[in-house]
């Protein structure tokens, strides 16, 4: 079974923290290049952040630079989130998605990266509230 799945979200408050993980199962997570989105309320999803494969690069949503990194744990098949003084404008379902085809770089998150999606994970929500 080839799949998705993202843990670590919850409740926290403005200015807090949290590390999102997504684990795949039925393929090796590290041969993709992988994508984090979110979904606000009310919204159109959108790509937060992406992780390429052997090139260590990354890209971020210009919202979110220097508050977000991206990094793969090998070991655990997993490509990691980790979330710095959150904001209210954060909240939302975020989604882990691999990138089509194997070992392509990552794409414009802007334009291009919803458009190569192979694998989605069902989310994991993340709330921003005092």
């Known amino acids: 079974q080839v799949q998705l799945v993202e843990s670590g979200g919850g409740l926290v408050q403005p200015g807090g923290s949290l590390r999102l993980s997504c684990v795949a199962s039925g393929f090796t997570l590290e041969d993709y290049g992988t994508g984090w989105f979110r979904q606000k309320p009310g919204k159109e999803r959108e790509a937060v952040s992406c992780i390429g494969t052997t090139d260590f690069s990354t890209e971020y949503l210009d919202s979110v630079k220097g508050r977000v990194a991206i990094y793969r744990d090998n070991a655990k098949n997993a490509v990691n989130l980790d979330l710095d003084d959150l904001k209210p404008d954060d909240a939302g379902v975020y989604y882990c998605?691999?990138?089509?085809?194997?070992?392509?770089?990552?794409?414009?998150?802007?334009?291009?990266?919803?458009?190569?999606?192979?694998?989605w994970g069902q989310g994991t929500q993340v709330t921003v509230s005092s």
């Open positions: 998605a691999t990138v089509m085809p194997r070992r392509r770089p990552c794409p414009s998150l802007e334009s291009d990266l919803l458009r190569v999606i192979g694998v």
